[in-house]
Each structure stands twice: as structure tokens, then as C-alpha cells.
């Protein structure tokens, strides 16, 4: 079987379809995606929640191998721990000894994690196609503690069809100072299909 690879994360459906890609993907990950794809988004949600004053504990969600976290970490930024529904890239993460914990949840799910448990909530690469959709933002809101800084990535494809731009709004009051920044996901050296793929990173503090 050959390696999966974005147009195959782009293409799933379900949890268990996450489960079961990323369990194949993880081993090349970093090497033969991220590198690969100049894969830029990771370190721009961290400069971005960095630049913010952004504060620890942070939870670092769909933290996938830790390419995030690593950024904070050069930041001073920690702890840190990581969310991921896959054990495999979670252990990946886990090995790059940048997390102070990590939890195997699935985020469409509740979370078993205490109210204002998190200063800091960090997401690259996870609110895409095929990924964890906005319904998530509240279990998030739940457990991160009030005046929390959150920096989140959204695939520009799925900010208005996939109802995060309804779900940013119809949160109201709940957050406060949001900022909308567009960067570019893959370095110049992506291939031809996905070089020119943009997120907004969200950028708000709940209320
Ligand atoms: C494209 S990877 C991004 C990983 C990392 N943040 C990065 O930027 O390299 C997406 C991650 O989201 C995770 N994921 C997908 N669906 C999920 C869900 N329902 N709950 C939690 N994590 C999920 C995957 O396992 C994967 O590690």
C-alpha cells in the first residue's frame, strides 16, 4: 500500500477514517509530507498565539506529530499538552518530548477534561476538509479558562461552507477580539495542487 497522503486526509469523512489514515501516515509524516509540502502552517498558528501574549498550559488540538508545539517551545511557551483521536501520531509527538501530556480524544466528542483546565488553546491543520468541524469550538470554550488566548487554523475552503464563519458569529459575546489573519498553508515548493491552499488563523480570547 502506498503512503496516504493530503488529497486522502482532504477526502475523509468519519473519526474512524482519521483513525485509520493518520495510523498509516504517521511514520512519514514529517519527512515525506511535512518537509515535502514545506508545510508552513504549524509554525504560523504559534508565531501567531505568541505574538498575542499567548500563555501556558496551552492544549494543543489535533497536535498530530507536534510540529506545533515544537514551534511554541522555542517560544518559552509551556507546558504544553497535546489532543489527537490517533495513538500513533500522538506517540510521535510524544517522542519529540515536547508535551507535558497527552490525550487520545476524539474532538467531536464531549471532553473528559475539567472546565478552564487551559490558558492557551492552539490548532493547526485540523479544521479542514474531511476533518473536525466547528461544533467542536464549544467543548473548547468549555475547558479553556476565561480571558484564554485561542489561535486556530481554518482551511479557507471550509471557513464558510462548513459553517465556521456562522459558528464564530453565533458565538457572540462568548469571545472577544477576534482577528481573522489569511496565511499561506505549503511552502513554494508544494506541488502544484495544494501550493496555493490558504487558512485564516483565528485568533480569539474567550470572554
Ligand atoms: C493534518 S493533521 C495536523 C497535525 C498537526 N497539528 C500539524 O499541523 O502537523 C490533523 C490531525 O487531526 C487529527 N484529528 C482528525 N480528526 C480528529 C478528531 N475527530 N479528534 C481529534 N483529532 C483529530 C488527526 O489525527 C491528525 O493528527
Request: proline residues 6%; glycine residues 10%.
Amino acid at each position: 500500500m502506498s503512503d496516504p497522503d493530503l488529497d486522502a486526509a482532504y477526502r475523509l469523512q468519519t473519526p474512524e477514517d482519521s483513525v485509520r489514515l493518520y495510523r498509516d501516515w504517521s511514520q512519514s509524516y514529517d519527512a515525506g509530507f511535512a518537509q515535502a509540502q514545506g508545510y508552513l502552517l504549524p509554525a504560523a498558528v504559534a508565531d501567531a498565539f505568541a505574538e498575542a501574549g499567548g500563555a501556558a498550559p496551552v492544549l494543543d488540538v489535533g497536535a498530530g506529530t507536534g510540529l506545533l508545539a515544537a514551534r511554541l517551545a522555542e517560544h518559552g511557551i509551556g507546558p504544553i499538552d497535546a489532543l489527537d483521536i490517533s495513538p500513533e501520531m500522538l506517540a510521535l509527538a510524544a517522542s519529540k518530548g515536547v508535551y507535558r501530556a497527552s490525550h487520545c480524544l476524539d474532538l467531536t466528542q464531549p471532553l473528559p477534561l475539567a472546565d478552564a483546565s487551559y490558558v492557551g488553546v492552539t490548532s493547526s491543520g485540523t479544521f479542514t476538509f474531511g476533518h473536525v468541524g466547528p461544533a467542536a469550538f464549544d467543548e473548547l470554550l468549555r475547558i479553556a479558562a476565561p480571558g484564554a488566548l485561542f489561535a486556530l487554523s481554518i482551511h479557507t475552503g471550509v471557513f464558510e461552507p462548513a459553517g465556521f464563519a456562522a459558528k464564530l458569529a453565533e458565538l457572540g459575546g462568548a469571545i472577544a477580539g477576534l482577528m481573522l489573519t489569511e496565511v499561506a498553508i505549503y511552502g513554494p515548493d508544494a506541488d502544484t495542487a495544494h501550493r496555493d491552499h490558504r487558512g485564516l488563523i483565528a485568533r480569539f480570547r474567550k470572554a
